[in-house]
């Protein structure tokens, strides 16, 4: 989609196409004497390294205009891939808008992408379950638990950190969701974040849908979004430490105990009541 070449003032050079894998290309990158990761080199006007930018597309050509002082060779190869693993259900209309440059800068592309991606899934399906927290202070020899209260107070950190695991370079959730094929074609997006119901912090899942799914798709979609939960969400969410003034906290949507639920919207009440005042920091 996007030809990229990258020179160095050493006379190192890469050409690559992009997407690609970010890991790979900056391996690549070193190879050939490119020291710097692909995130700390801007498209223009850097200061120790060249970058080419180029294509045979239409698309490609269009898409180059996107691209500010400020963005990097990792933002290049972010774009090219949002538009590259678009949903079939957008693709006419996400490149008719593209050839005709209704996309000034890359936040509105991916903004745009992800309004009609969930416009294409009229049918929203919310899941929710409890949220474990384990806070490493620096001082302790194990993680302390923290409860409801200090997980709302860092609420806005803690959607930032999950959000994070699902830009899209990592792919739409939804790709960890497809084994039942009925579930596969119904399901638009996945997009796991956080709810504050009643002053305790919950996760939820919102899955836009085509079409009501059967009772069987249902319960394989639940069990899938289990899955997800329990393995750590995506790339591993739950291992990446989120910073507060408390020390690194690590969140889970999965906990083994027998309080642990994963509900629809219309099942929640039943499960909040019992679990209000939980303990922990």
Request: with cysteine.
């Amino acid at each position: 989609m996007i030809k990229v070449k990258i020179a160095n003032k050493n006379g190192a050079e890469l050409e690559r196409e992009l997407p690609t894998d970010i890991h790979q290309l900056y391996h690549d990158m070193r190879e050939a004497g490119i020291s710097r990761p692909p995130k700390n080199i801007l498209l223009h006007d850097d200061k120790d390294v060249e970058v080419t930018l180029s294509s045979d597309s239409k698309i490609g050509n269009r898409l180059l205009r996107v691209f500010g002082k400020n963005d990097t060779l990792a933002d290049a190869n972010t774009v090219a891939f949002a538009v590259s693993s678009a949903r079939e259900e957008i693709l006419t209309d996400l490149e008719q808008n593209i050839v005709h440059n209704q996309y000034l800068i890359k936040e509105m592309l991916f903004d745009d992408i992800k309004a009609m991606t969930q416009a294409a899934g009229p049918v929203k399906l919310t899941f929710y379950c409890p949220l474990v927290g384990q806070l490493d202070d620096g001082e302790c020899d194990e993680y302390i638990e923290v409860g409801s209260g200090f997980l709302t107070a860092y609420q806005d950190q803690i959607e930032l950190g999950i959000a994070d695991e699902q830009v899209p370079e990592m792919g739409d959730m939804a790709q960890y969701l497809g084994d039942n094929p009925g579930v596969a074609d119904k399901l638009m997006p996945a997009v796991w974040t956080v709810e504050e119901i009643d002053g305790r912090l919950l996760g939820r899942i919102d899955c836009h849908l085509k079409e009501l799914l059967t009772p069987d798709e249902m319960a394989d979609l639940r069990e899938e979004i289990l899955g997800q939960c329990s393995d750590g969400l995506g790339e591993g969410f739950e291992q990446r430490p989120i910073e507060t003034d408390e020390g690194d906290l690590y969140v889970s949507y999965w906990n083994s105990s027998d309080d642990y639920f994963l509900c629809t919207e219309d099942e929640l009440d039943e499960h909040l009541e019992p679990h209000q005042g939980m303990g922990g920091i």
